[in-house]
């Protein structure tokens, strides 16, 4: 309990506060605003950093449920892919050019779509020495 009553330093501010007896040791900033929100701020940082994997899954089932929308809505075989969209879906930007029109024919939208994330996927984990596109 003595730690608890003690007074520490914020560690946003440096400026010393007496935490609130209910926080017991887990309450790191002074309280005021400016500090709260900047601690939340880096925590979210450090989070977004730790889950990109999260982002990037979560991103290709939201362009896979776009497309399966649109196909259940219109009940016809899908419209021919034009190289910059895919129906209402606009595709991922790639360094590679890729024959949207062939693929999408062939594996449909939804293939395309994984298509284009796989690669940007691969393009992020080997990038190329010189700079550029191979």
Known sequence: MANSSRKRPCCICR???QPDVR???RQKTCGRTEC???LHRRHCYEWNNRNKEYF???YLGKKLEQIEKKGSEEKKEPPPVLPSKAGNVTLPTSPFIF???IIGKEYGVKGLIII???ARKFVAQFPCRNGGAP
Do not use: G, M, R, T
């Open 99 to 101: 024959p949207n029109e």
């Open 15 to 17: 400026k010393w506060f």
């Open 23 to 25: 926080q017991k040791d």
């Open 116 to 118: 284009h994330y796989l």
């Open 56 to 58: 990037a899954n979560d």
């Open 36 to 38: 709260k929100s900047e």
